[in-house]
T-cell receptor, first 115, second 114 residues
Framework: AQTVTQSQPEMSVQEAETVTLSCTYD???????LFWYKQPPSRQMILVIR??????QNATENRFSVNFQKAAKSFSLKISDSQLGDAAMYFC????????????FGAGTRLTVKP | DTEVTQTPKHLVMGMTNKKSLKCEQH?????MYWYKQKAKKPPELMFV???????INESVPSRFSPECPNSSLLNLHLHALQPEDSALYLC?????????????FGSGTRLTVV
């Protein structure tokens, strides 16, 4: 079974600075998708960024980018120019390309942004 | 419409009560999911419906009973719950066979069992 590990329970960053959240995963599959979700106090899980495993190019969405290292099974999220609104719980998630009805989440990293 | 709507937002129920959680989406998604999330923990998958048929049941106790009456609606019927069932219940939907696009989540129902 696939597992997703986030080794940083909490992180903090100064406003306007850059922070990187770590995620590693374990799988024997070659085709899969990886996601970062944000969950603010409002509770709704919001998709931040996604990455297809077969693409070598790292995904980027405005201030959010990933460093995807397939051989190392690593998928870190970089937030640039951090804003107060970025404060939330961040979950890394894995979804198999074959088993299309199952998404597995890491334990989460709570990000605090200091003004 | 790009939302998943969950009602109610908050629910307090006694251990002998019967209640239902409702989830609705109009994005044409044919896969719908129930997740349970305890405080400071990740969501845990409970049930998956694909084309209105139950495809995954993650060994959830029978006091939780899912129902998918049509492609837009997902219910979770609750009966004889325990205090440890208190949690945030999240509904999500996705395109059934385009796995790369992630899920769209609702805002959840905060359930308290007293």
């Amino acid at each position: 079974a696939q597992t997703v590990t986030q080794s940083q329970p909490e992180m903090s960053v100064q406003e306007a600075e850059t922070v990187t959240l770590s995620c590693t995963y374990d799988t024997s599959e070659s085709d899969y998708y990886l996601f970062w979700y944000k969950q603010p106090p409002s509770r709704q899980m919001i998709l931040v960024i996604r990455q297809e495993a077969y693409k070598q190019q790292n995904a980027t969405e405005n201030r959010f980018s990933v460093n995807f290292q397939k051989a190392a099974k690593s998928f870190s999220l970089k937030i640039s120019d951090s804003q107060l609104g970025d404060a939330a719980m961040y979950f890394c998630a894995y979804r198999s390309a074959d088993n299309n009805n199952d998404m597995r989440f890491g334990a989460g990293t709570r990000l605090t942004v200091k003004p | 419409d790009t939302e998943v709507t969950q009602t109610p937002k908050h629910l307090v129920m006694g251990m002998t009560n019967k209640k239902s959680l409702k989830c609705e989406q109009h994005m044409g998604h044919r896969a719908m999911y129930w997740y349970k999330q305890k405080a400071k923990k990740p969501p845990e998958l409970m049930f998956v419906y694909s084309y209105e048929k139950l495809s995954i049941n993650e060994s959830v106790p029978s006091r939780f009973s899912p129902e998918c009456p049509n492609s837009s609606l997902l219910n979770l019927h609750l009966h004889a719950l325990q205090p440890e069932d208190s949690a945030l219940y999240l509904c999500a939907s996705s395109q059934a066979y385009r796995t790369g696009y992630g899920y769209t989540f609702g805002s959840g129902t905060r359930l308290t069992v007293v």
